[in-house]
């Protein structure tokens, strides 16, 4: 495809950043904010229904959900769940402590506090919650934050409780656990005023160390952004779930590409002037398939299920187009059929014969459906509901591309690219949450909350510059890393160069995770220790690295049995001595022939025994001293 122009496009983009805050208790229970490791203690099941609002409407998001008919399995341990989760047992009030996080961010943002807090109630029927809505309430309004000049304006700032923990899906159910349910979350939602993938990435950068500067949980899972994203003539589509910031841009950038793709296929089903109310009752094929080599159609076959097709008229060659990179008009379709038929996919003629269907199959499908060259056919295979739900899914969707692209709910893949999940939620799904008593937030308070507002992370860069001599590279690491505080603290304690110290913490730490390294594992008492060990000479730097990895895969044992296991004890004068001796009596042909010329190969030598065990100009000037000795010797 080629470049875009996004200004010529009409994109815009608005963020919406959640982010898990680092509280002592969930947001309307006394139980830890964490996740378990324990085995689960009890376990529920649940079906939730949609209920019409006060003005009488159905949520169309809640509705879709209801109708795909699944059930829910719940399961939760004592020690992070109580009956509050279950929703057996009225919430508690809110978590004054999350509020108060809340209310510091968004006096960073210059947000303007509401005077009451009001929860309200969120209709979600995805199972994600027991009570089928989510509880969340405005916490701020406006504010702005700057990006390379730009001021972004910020709408809302939030504070709801997060869902609970999906573990798996098999078909009709689909499991949960209970931990991460009522965690308190942030929700910070951006002016559609992005106007490109790059300017996406930068502005979730910036408000993402907003958070870190305040009390915030880290690590991945703990932060997911949002994007709604929209193009002239296209649709307004949030993804949902982007939990790396490498991947805003590139989410951005793919959802444009499959937006201008779809115009582009429907540009081409106009010039057909095709009648966009074609509809077609599925037709069971089954019996072209009685003696088929195609194993997914064999053992639905085998299993009970049938082999239905639709016609899709004129649509030949089009499910095959490329919408964005891994992602085709046929894959559309099939997120389509998944969800609302509950199969495992679809299989069209744009890439037929294949997957064992023959060529005489598919000749025999295009007879039976009377489809010629232009048209494409659609089969699937499975139980008949689902195999009808799932055809008239994909029926609806091709007849919607001949008229425009649907607003939806997309969820993020890990390349950036996307899937449908469900439409676009409806103006009646919010409602007030009468079990829960409004906060007042007092001019008083907010005025105490101002004097402890965190250093802003700008501000914190610039002063890492002049008080460390950091260049910007390695500031900026730090500020993006989990460990600026700690960074401050050692430098405090130890004299080692402060560009040492911060590579360290980020570039070193970074490049063992790449490798496997589970650098989690390392506290922060255990990496100021490691310095403390430098700085007193009983360590040298360049084992950082190796001490490190040791470290996180032996958790119980201490550093100086990592430095004793790994050989990397500082030589003593004693052992350097006898060390220079034993390679003066090795070599001694080698200084009878080259004199003090032989300094240099002995010198690499005792390194490959010494290095990083003791300091080389130490090495190099007790070596001298030997070789002129031995050659005073031999004169």
């Given at each position: 495809?080629k470049?875009?122009?996004?200004?010529?496009?009409g994109?815009?983009?608005?963020?919406?950043?959640?982010?898990q805050?680092?509280?002592s208790?969930?947001?309307?229970?006394?139980?830890?904010?964490?996740?378990?490791?324990d085995?689960?203690d009890?376990?529920?099941?649940?079906r939730?229904?949609?209920t019409?609002s006060?003005m009488?409407?159905?949520d169309?998001?809640?509705l879709?959900?209801?109708?795909?008919g699944?059930?829910?399995?719940?399961e939760?341990?004592h020690r992070t769940?109580?009956?509050v989760?279950?929703d057996?047992?009225?919430?508690?009030?809110?978590?004054?402590?999350?509020?108060?996080?809340?209310?510091?961010?968004?006096?960073m943002?210059?947000?303007?506090?509401?005077?009451?807090?009001?929860?309200?109630?969120?209709t979600?029927?995805d199972?994600?919650?027991?009570?089928?809505?989510?509880?969340?309430?405005?916490?701020?309004?406006?504010?702005?934050?700057?990006?390379?000049g730009?001021?972004?304006p910020?709408?809302?700032?939030?504070?709801?409780?997060?869902?609970?923990?999906?573990?798996k899906?098999?078909?009709s159910?689909?499991?949960?656990?209970?931990?991460?349910?009522?965690?308190?979350?942030?929700?910070?939602?951006?002016?559609p005023?992005?106007?490109?993938?790059?300017?996406?990435e930068k502005?979730?950068?910036?408000?993402?160390?907003?958070?870190?500067?305040t009390?915030?949980?880290?690590?991945?899972?703990?932060?997911?952004?949002?994007l709604?994203?929209?193009?002239?003539?296209g649709?307004?589509?949030?993804?949902?779930?982007?939990?790396?910031l490498?991947?805003?841009?590139?989410?951005?950038?793919?959802?444009?590409?499959?937006q201008?793709s779809?115009?582009?296929?429907?540009?081409e089903?106009?010039?057909?002037?095709?009648?966009?109310?074609?509809s077609?009752?599925?037709?069971?094929?089954?019996?072209?398939?009685?003696?088929?080599?195609?194993?997914?159609?064999?053992?639905?076959?085998?299993?009970?299920?049938?082999?239905?097709a639709i016609?899709l008229p004129?649509f030949a060659?089009?499910?095959?187009?490329?919408?964005?990179p891994?992602?085709?008009f046929?894959?559309?379709l099939?997120?389509?059929?998944?969800?609302?038929?509950r199969?495992k996919?679809?299989f069209?003629?744009?890439e037929?014969?294949a997957?064992?269907?023959?060529n005489e199959?598919?000749n025999r499908?295009r007879?039976?459906t009377?489809?010629?060259?232009?048209?494409?056919?659609?089969?699937?295979?499975?139980?008949?509901k689902?195999?009808?739900d799932?055809l008239n899914?994909?029926?609806e969707?091709?007849?919607?591309?001949?008229?425009?692209?649907?607003?939806?709910?997309?969820?993020?893949?890990?390349?950036?690219?996307?899937?449908?999940?469900?439409?676009?939620?409806?103006?009646?799904?919010?409602?007030?949450?009468?079990?829960i008593?409004s906060?007042?937030?007092?001019f008083?308070?907010i005025?105490d909350?101002?004097k402890?507002?965190?250093?802003?992370?700008?501000?914190?860069i610039?002063?890492?510059?002049?008080?460390?001599?950091?260049?910007?590279?390695?500031a900026?690491q730090?500020i993006?890393?989990?460990?600026?505080?700690?960074?401050?603290?050692?430098?405090?304690?130890?004299?080692?160069?402060?560009?040492?110290?911060?590579?360290s913490?980020?570039?070193?730490?970074?490049?063992?995770?790449r490798?496997?390294?589970?650098i989690?594992?390392?506290?922060?008492?255990t990496?100021?220790?490691i310095?403390?060990?430098?700085?007193?000479?009983?360590m040298?730097k360049?084992?950082?690295?190796?001490?490190?990895?040791?470290?996180?895969?032996n958790?119980?044992f201490?550093l100086?049995e990592?430095?004793?296991?790994?050989?990397?004890k500082?030589?003593s004068?004693?052992?350097?001595d006898r060390?220079?001796?034993k390679v003066?009596?090795?070599?001694?042909?080698l200084?009878?022939?080259r004199?003090?010329?032989?300094?240099?190969?002995l010198?690499?030598?005792v390194m490959?025994f010494?290095?990083g065990?003791?300091d080389?100009?130490?090495?190099?000037?007790?070596l001298?001293k030997?070789?002129?000795?031995?050659i005073?010797k031999?004169?």
């Amino acid at each position: 495809m080629k470049k875009i122009d996004y200004y010529e496009v009409g994109l815009k983009v608005g963020l919406e950043i959640h982010q898990q805050l680092d509280t002592s208790k969930k947001l309307f229970c006394s139980c830890p904010a964490m996740l378990s490791a324990d085995e689960s203690d009890f376990e529920f099941y649940r079906r939730l229904r949609p209920t019409q609002s006060e003005m009488g409407e159905v949520d169309p998001a809640a509705l879709f959900e209801y109708q795909r008919g699944r059930d829910f399995k719940y399961e939760g341990d004592h020690r992070t769940n109580c009956l509050v989760e279950m929703d057996e047992e009225p919430p508690h009030d809110l978590n004054r402590e999350a509020l108060d996080i809340c209310l510091t961010i968004a006096l960073m943002l210059d947000s303007r506090p509401i005077d009451e807090v009001h929860v309200m109630r969120k209709t979600v029927i995805d199972g994600s919650n027991t009570t089928g809505f989510q509880r969340t309430c405005i916490i701020a309004v406006g504010g702005s934050i700057e990006v390379d000049g730009k001021s972004i304006p910020i709408q809302t700032i939030c504070l709801e409780e997060d869902a609970a923990r999906k573990i798996k899906d098999d078909g009709s159910m689909t499991h949960y656990r209970l931990d991460r349910l009522c965690v308190p979350l942030i929700e910070i939602a951006t002016a559609p005023v992005i106007y490109s993938p790059q300017e996406a990435e930068k502005v979730a950068l910036a408000l993402g160390r907003i958070l870190r500067a305040t009390k915030v949980k880290r690590g991945l899972g703990s932060i997911r952004q949002d994007l709604n994203i929209s193009i002239k003539n296209g649709a307004l589509v949030e993804v949902k779930g982007v939990q790396q910031l490498n991947l805003v841009s590139k989410v951005v950038e793919y959802e444009v590409q499959r937006q201008i793709s779809l115009l582009n296929i429907l540009n081409e089903l106009t010039k057909k002037e095709i009648n966009g109310e074609f509809s077609f009752t599925p037709l069971n094929i089954s019996g072209i398939f009685k003696e088929t080599n195609c194993q997914v159609i064999r053992q639905s076959l085998q299993n009970g299920g049938l082999v239905l097709a639709i016609k899709l008229p004129k649509f030949a060659g089009l499910l095959k187009k490329e919408l964005s990179p891994s992602v085709r008009f046929g894959t559309e379709l099939a997120d389509y059929a998944n969800f609302w038929g509950r199969v495992k996919g679809i299989f069209h003629t744009d890439e037929l014969p294949a997957f064992g269907i023959s060529n005489e199959e598919v000749n025999r499908l295009r007879e039976a459906t009377n489809a010629d060259k232009d048209d494409a056919v659609v089969i699937v295979t499975g139980q008949k509901k689902n195999a009808v739900d799932a055809l008239n899914a994909v029926l609806e969707r091709a007849k919607n591309s001949l008229k425009l692209i649907p607003n939806e709910t997309r969820g993020a893949n890990l390349d950036g690219s996307t899937h449908y999940s469900r439409p676009r939620p409806g103006a009646a799904r919010m409602y007030p949450e009468t079990d829960i008593t409004s906060v007042p937030i007092s001019f008083n308070h907010i005025i105490d909350l101002k004097k402890k507002i965190p250093e802003n992370p700008q501000h914190r860069i610039n002063r890492l510059m002049k008080d460390h001599n950091l260049n910007e590279k390695l500031a900026n690491q730090l500020i993006d890393s989990e460990y600026v505080d700690l960074f401050e603290i050692i430098t405090r304690r130890v004299s080692i160069s402060p560009s040492f110290i911060a590579a360290s913490l980020t570039e070193t730490l970074k490049s063992l995770q790449r490798e496997g390294v589970t650098i989690e594992a390392l506290s922060e008492d255990t990496l100021l220790e490691i310095f403390e060990t430098i700085q007193k000479g009983e360590m040298a730097k360049e084992f950082f690295s190796e001490i490190s990895t040791w470290l996180s895969k032996n958790l119980n044992f201490s550093l100086k049995e990592a430095i004793d296991s790994l050989g990397l004890k500082m030589l003593s004068d004693e052992e350097l001595d006898r060390l220079l001796e034993k390679v003066i009596a090795d070599n001694k042909e080698l200084i009878i022939e080259r004199g003090s010329s032989s300094h240099g190969v002995l010198m690499g030598i005792v390194m490959k025994f010494a290095r990083g065990r003791v300091d080389a100009s130490i090495v190099s000037k007790n070596l001298v001293k030997k070789i002129n000795e031995k050659i005073n010797k031999q004169t």
